[in-house]
């Protein structure tokens, strides 16, 4: 007899013999409450998950997740290279592989770091199922219940749920055009896919191996299906986050290592990775046009030199989560800014994506965010009684806003802007 208390196939009225009666949802978290670990009382969802039912579909114009471009992958080269792993390789393509991840794959890795000014070891490096899993491992290392994270503001909506399920103490820091006022954590999935500007440091060459934990990741510069990260760390800190993959889900794809291997063998990656470049700039800039053409003037948007995102600020009446509800009927999409936060932030701020639609659909898709936004500020007006100034900027005009936001991200003296003392754990 199962937990339901009601064996299979008795039936009872007019049900049909053999079908289980059909449960209630209320009637189910009754029963399996006192079950469930008090871990699970305060973990949420993401917010690209629980939009991606709603953004599969194919009349929605999405902006909302980090998604790459994946029909610039030839089809072809993804034959061929899948071929010449299951001739060559079959047999290890299909097994399990060492936890750590296969040697051949840490080569590719390595050459990916060595472009941006790292060097590494092979067994200084941890292959993981995505750049997802890194983050889970180092909370799961690191972090007791009450701990304290530093995190940017705002930050990737994916890192939230995970925060939450750790129980972690988030505090976010505010950000200037640099990025995070912080210089003991990184995360380094968009580092290749920059547009303009001179590559920065990243914090893992300027602390020579003593404290930061690298996050890298191939989802953005070859294929997020393949689900392939890695992390390098102090060598302590690896054998325990080994110890936490080994338990997860014991090792990587070995098939989908073998792939990247082949790939870096036969393919010129680089030269993959600037052809991206190039597409991502140029939607980026359509993204930029149209959003200057279609939002209100009282609104501010980043200029990013790189990544796959636009972040942009609403006036403060907006409330971009029911915006979202509303522009969801017109068929477009967007991570409403709240999802990057854990402190209620962010309600006039949502997250725009440019990289995985194409040229005309961005335009459309702003247009769509637009026209939804106008009636809102026509709302307000006719509430309030106040009127505003014109609810569409000329493109000079974008400058000096994005330029003012910039200077008020800077200003030492704001509200969360200060980084905050750890204090070592002791016992």
């Not at 039936?11 to 978290?29: H, I, N, Q, V, W």
């Not at 932030?345 to 725009?352: D, H, W």
């Not at 994506?353 to 194409?358: D, I, K, R």
Request: charged share 25%; aromatic share 8%.
């Amino acid at each position: 007899m199962t937990i339901d208390e009601t064996p299979r196939g008795h039936a009872s009225g007019g049900e049909t013999p053999g079908m289980a009666k059909p449960r209630s949802g209320a009637r189910d978290l009754e029963r399996y409450a006192g079950l469930f670990a008090r871990r699970t009382q305060v973990m949420k969802s993401s917010a690209m998950r629980d939009l991606m039912a709603v953004t599969a579909r194919p009349e929605v114009i999405s902006l909302a997740g980090g998604l790459p471009d994946t029909s610039t992958f030839p089809a072809e080269d993804f034959a061929s290279l899948m071929t010449r792993v299951g001739v060559d390789d079959a047999a290890r393509a299909l097994q399990y592989g060492p936890t750590e991840g296969l040697n051949e794959v840490k080569d590719p890795i390595a050459q990916v770091m060595a472009a941006e000014g790292m060097e590494v070891e092979p067994e200084d490096l941890l292959v993981t199922t995505g750049g997802q899993q890194v983050i889970d491992l180092v909370c799961k290392t690191l972090i007791d219940p009450g701990d304290v994270i530093i995190a940017e503001a705002p930050t990737y909506p994916g890192a939230v749920p995970v925060f939450v399920s750790y129980q972690a103490d988030v505090v976010q820091i505010e950000m200037d055009q640099d990025g995070m006022r912080i210089d003991v954590l990184e995360d380094n999935p968009y580092g290749m896919l920059r547009y303009e500007g001179e590559p920065l440091p990243t914090l893992f060459s300027l602390d020579g191996g003593e404290f930061v934990i690298y996050l890298g990741t191939f989802s953005k510069i070859l294929s997020p299906g393949i689900r392939i990260g890695w992390t390098s760390a102090p060598r302590p800190v690896l054998d325990k986050l080994n110890l936490g993959k080994g338990a997860a889900d014991l090792c990587s794809s070995p098939l989908s290592q073998l792939f990247v291997r082949q790939y870096f063998a036969d393919r010129d990656w680089l030269a993959y990775v600037r052809e991206l470049t190039g597409v991502y700039r140029r939607r980026r800039d359509i993204m930029l046009e149209a959003l200057a053409e279609h939002f209100p003037r009282e609104a501010t948007w980043t200029r990013p030199q790189g990544g796959l995102f636009i972040w942009a600020r609403m006036p403060d009446y907006i409330d971009t989560t029911d915006l979202l509800a509303r522009a969801l009927r017109e068929h477009v999409a967007f991570v409403p800014g709240r999802a990057a936060y854990l402190d209620g932030r962010g309600g006039s701020e949502m997250r725009l994506n440019f990289s995985g639609v194409g040229d005309d659909d961005i335009r459309e898709g702003i247009r769509r965010i637009g026209e939804v936004i106008r009636e809102q500020v026509g709302l307000y007006e006719t509430l309030t009684g106040k009127a505003r100034p014109g609810h569409s900027r000329a493109a000079g005009d974008r400058g000096g806003q994005a330029a003012q936001a910039g200077a008020r991200q800077r200003d030492p003296d704001a509200p969360d802007a200060r980084v905050l003392p750890l204090h070592r754990r002791t016992g």
